[in-house]
């Protein structure tokens, strides 16, 4: 499997940089407004989003983001609902490369969970209960969306959907977007953190990451250490703390800075104090042009002196944050603890 999306909400301080290009760009809203925003919102006093219902018409309160289109995805995250509905209500869509919805996942007052066709064709359903108010919820789907698909659901470990044979495709192939909606005012809001989602290929490991009472955690590691630094510090300081951002980048706030081809930062993060696996690693950093001129840059990861390059990114006068998913580490093994721990990361001007 391949991740093709992870978000905590880290880099942001407010809901409006959700949707603003120098954040990064990757989220959307429906014309509803319907995002709140809560920095220790989530569970353990993790970052969270919240979609609320803010009146009709109904279908206009959600947020989405883009994918890599794939035809095999895990989607998974934790939710809150703060009541169960009073109708089916629809919470996730999974949308093609046009406005086409392949599958959604709704729930119902009885507290199940279903997988319908486009909106309205039952497909599979859980039992009663499953969905639990007022409480956060790990939550994982894996969805072929085929003539000949499948679908099954995990919540807080326990699979409690697994249907196979059934038809859940729609419109072009493959699933482009993902829309996370709240429908209808009960409840008032749904609330999401720690999101991912998983290209499924053929090779295992290619399952549920939490079918086994497992839970996942997107989590925030801040740079911690100069170890190569090109750059010059802003504040006359180490470089890393001008760029150890929390709560949000602060844009002008601190920051390095340098016009030289080739110049890099290359930093220690801090220390992951994580039990159990580590599926992929996000790389984030915020970055502007202040001449007007054509500037490129990379971020990068390293393990030892191999060093695996992120994407090359034309970069704005207006501050754009950009990422990176690297699924193993620079020297191309399955991450785990102690090469996460061991990698160093930065940036590059190309």
Same mark, same amino acid.
């Given at each position: 499997?391949?991740?093709?999306?992870?978000?905590?909400?880290?880099?942001?301080?407010?809901?409006?940089?959700?949707?603003?290009?120098?954040?990064?760009?990757?989220?959307?809203?429906?014309?509803?407004?319907?995002?709140?925003?809560?920095?220790?919102?989530?569970?353990?006093?993790? $970052?969270?989003?919240?979609?609320?219902?803010?009146?009709?018409?109904?279908?206009?309160?959600?947020?989405?983001? *883009?994918?890599?289109?794939?035809?095999?995805?895990?989607?998974?995250?934790?939710?809150?609902?703060?009541?169960?509905?009073?109708?089916?209500?629809?919470?996730?869509?999974?949308? *093609?490369?046009?406005?086409?919805?392949?599958?959604?996942?709704?729930?119902?007052?009885?507290?199940?969970?279903?997988?319908?066709?486009?909106?309205? &064709?039952?497909?599979?359903?859980?039992? *009663?209960?499953?969905?639990? $108010? &007022?409480?956060?919820?790990?939550?994982?789907?894996?969805?072929?969306?085929?003539?000949?698909?499948?679908?099954?659901?995990?919540?807080?470990?326990?699979?409690?959907?697994?249907?196979?044979?059934?038809?859940?495709?729609?419109?072009?192939?493959?699933?482009?977007?993902?829309?996370?909606?709240?429908?209808?005012?009960? $409840?008032?809001?749904?609330?999401? &953190?720690?999101?991912?989602?998983?290209?499924?290929?053929?090779?295992?490991?290619?399952?549920?990451?939490?079918?086994?009472?497992?839970?996942?955690?997107?989590?925030?590691?801040?740079?911690?250490?100069?170890?190569?630094?090109?750059?010059?510090?802003?504040?006359?300081?180490?470089?890393?703390?001008?760029?150890?951002?929390?709560?949000?980048?602060?844009?002008?706030?601190?920051?390095?800075?340098?016009?030289?081809?080739?110049?890099?930062?290359?930093?220690?993060?801090?220390?992951?104090?994580?039990?159990?696996?580590?599926?992929?690693?996000?790389?984030?950093?915020?970055?502007?042009?202040?001449?007007?001129?054509?500037?490129?840059?990379?971020?990068?990861?390293?393990?030892?002196?191999?060093?695996?390059?992120?994407?090359?990114?034309?970069?704005?006068?207006?501050?754009?944050?950009?990422?990176?998913?690297? *699924?193993?580490?620079?020297?191309?093994?399955?991450?785990?603890?102690?090469?996460?721990?061991?990698?160093?990361?930065?940036?590059?001007?190309?």
């Amino acid at each position: 499997m391949s991740c093709l999306f992870m978000e905590g909400f880290h880099v942001y301080s407010s809901v409006a940089q959700l949707f603003d290009a120098n954040h990064g760009g990757r989220w959307t809203e429906g014309p509803g407004g319907a995002t709140a925003f809560e920095p220790t919102g989530g569970e353990e006093g993790q $970052p969270a989003v919240q979609v609320v219902w803010t009146g009709s018409p109904n279908g206009s309160n959600w947020i989405e983001f *883009d994918i890599a289109n794939t035809t095999h995805v895990v989607f998974g995250g934790r939710w809150k609902f703060q009541a169960l509905p009073s109708v089916q209500l629809e919470v996730v869509q999974f949308i *093609d490369s046009g406005v086409i919805v392949h599958a959604t996942i709704a729930v119902e007052a009885a507290g199940n969970i279903l997988v319908n066709l486009s909106s309205s &064709t039952e497909k599979a359903t859980s039992a *009663d209960n499953v969905v639990i $108010p &007022t409480v956060w919820q790990d939550f994982e789907f894996k969805l072929n969306l085929t003539n000949t698909g499948s679908a099954s659901c995990v919540i807080d470990g326990v699979k409690v959907i697994d249907a196979t044979g059934i038809d859940l495709e729609q419109g072009a192939p493959g699933c482009s977007t993902i829309h996370l909606e709240n429908e209808f005012s009960n $409840p008032d809001d749904i609330r999401f &953190t720690d999101l991912y989602c998983l290209a499924v290929d053929a090779t295992p490991p290619n399952d549920h990451l939490k079918q086994n009472g497992e839970t996942v955690r997107v989590l925030k590691l801040n740079p911690s250490a100069d170890v190569a630094v090109d750059f010059a510090s802003i504040g006359g300081g180490t470089n890393f703390s001008e760029v150890d951002e929390s709560g949000g980048h602060d844009f002008d706030g601190t920051f390095n800075q340098s016009q030289i081809v080739g110049d890099k930062d290359v930093m220690g993060l801090e220390t992951a104090g994580i039990v159990g696996a580590v599926h992929a690693v996000q790389t984030n950093y915020a970055a502007r042009t202040n001449d007007g001129g054509a500037k490129n840059m990379k971020g990068f990861q390293r393990q030892g002196a191999t060093q695996e390059d992120g994407t090359t990114q034309a970069i704005a006068v207006g501050f754009d944050i950009e990422t990176d998913i690297f *699924d193993d580490d620079a020297d191309g093994n399955a991450w785990n603890k102690a090469r996460l721990n061991s990698s160093t990361f930065g940036y590059e001007i190309v």
